[in-house]
DNA sequence: ATTGATTCGGTACGTTTGTACCATTGCCGT
DNA sequence: ACGGCAATGGTACAAACGTACCGAATCAAT
């Protein structure tokens, strides 16, 4: 395990002072993103100090130096996890939005649906990067809520994620000529959210696409208006 | 290591463990459902040997005899809540369909959304609170989704399960005039999830009733039929 | 009543855990 | 050059962990 070889290998200053290790504020970066890699590949209950520290190539002390507790450690990463994705999802949106602007016209169901599966169908191919960040963010954010459902503390912060994505995603909509713009898009979060959790559970990734089906739902959320 | 075989045992004598803690295969019950309250109420990484059996009221190597390892305790809590769950959901899709064709008629939007949300607005014997019930069961199945996105052992259970809720609530959306019912069922389910997921984990109980929300997606899905 | 198999439950053991401690190191204003 | 303070990282330790062990209790069939 350890290499006592103290006479052997005497560590070099060059190798040493170069940032071959993140130090500062950027371990703490690095400290975050560990464990939200290791939350989605090995689930919440192999969430250790150390492997956390492993992962992130980094001595054990610092994952107590930067973090007062480990769940202190864990919601600082789903905060982390959940700022980063919604200044994507808003990023997105306003590309989308400016646009459509430009092009003087609505956006199509097909554009808002990418929107919301940005972070998960980058390129076509989801088994290409089966460990990748993008499927990290999203188990992680699936982690969240389930923890969320049962700690107060971080219904908060899931809320406001919650109510990004309807902000934003309902401005689309409404945009595309949704009656029920808020409506609709909170039921086509739930929908996004339902198939893409069903589809890593079940591993059939190739019996249907999130995106067609989500587009359909659009479509018909669209068409429909609001009843009566 | 092989842990006692479940395959039926005749009836003991008489229903003598009134007062008693449970024994035989009764025990084995006891754990599971200890399982899934603890991996509900505390989380996944609060479920220790120790905390089941002191939940169930059950000495400690009572969990390992009757269970070859935790993840093997975790495992049969999943496919008990599954099982349990599945039976539900065709018993009361059974129930409507005999029902609407004793009235020669088709189901309405409202009594689908109902066998959807069953588990979540009935209590059910085996969980005593009454309002925990739905939590537990709840919080369980996702879990179960997350762990199986990263275990290919429980992938196929999971799946099991999603092609049950399919084929069930496809048949009654084809019933009410879906056009494309198996496509239609996947994404009520996803919208279904989505939304009770969202509600427990923002703590936003008030905000937003599902069941409108989820009549109002049959309709639309009914009303659009098949594009192209 | 005796027996053999199953079930029960107290206990022990080696490992891993979260966290505390503290000497050392790097950085920066003086 | 040199203090100081923040950061680093090796180490320590009690508690909790999964699991193994084994005598006692219970049950079904003789």
């Known amino acids: 395990m350890t290499s006592p070889t103290t006479s052997a290998r005497r560590p070099t200053r060059s190798r040493r002072l170069s940032h071959a290790r993140p130090r500062g504020q950027a371990r703490r970066i690095a400290l975050l993103e560990a464990t939200l890699e290791l939350l989605a590949e090995q689930g919440a209950d192999a969430l250790t100090h150390r492997r956390v520290a492993e992962h992130a190539g980094l001595p054990l002390a610092s994952t107590t130096y930067w973090f007062d507790s480990k769940e202190h450690l864990l919601t600082e990463a789903l905060r982390y996890a959940a700022e980063r994705d919604e200044a994507r999802l808003r990023r997105a949106a306003g590309a989308l939005v400016r646009h459509c602007d430009a092009d003087g016209r609505a956006p199509s169901a097909g554009e808002i649906v990418a929107v919301v599966l940005d972070p998960c169908v980058e390129g076509e191919p989801p088994l290409a990067d089966p460990h990748g960040a993008e499927r990290a963010a999203?188990?992680?954010s699936?982690?969240?809520?389930?923890?969320?459902?049962?700690?107060?503390?971080?219904?908060?912060?899931s809320l406001q994620w919650s109510d990004a994505y309807r902000d934003v995603v309902g401005e689309l909509l409404a945009r595309a000529g949704s009656a029920r713009a808020?409506?609709?898009?909170?039921?086509?979060?739930?929908?996004?959210?339902?198939?893409?959790?069903d589809r890593l559970a079940t591993g059939s990734e190739a019996d249907f696409e999130p995106r067609?089906?989500?587009?359909?739902?659009?479509?018909?959320?669209?068409?429909?208006?609001?009843?009566?």
């Open 142 to 157: 699936y982690a969240l809520m389930l923890e969320a459902a049962r700690r107060p503390a971080l219904q908060a912060l």
């Open 182 to 197: 808020a409506d609709d898009a909170r039921i086509l979060m739930a929908a996004a959210d339902g198939l893409l959790v």
């Open 212 to 228: 067609t089906e989500l587009e359909r739902l659009v479509r018909a959320l669209v068409a429909v208006g609001a009843p009566r």
């Open 138 to 140: 999203l188990l992680a």
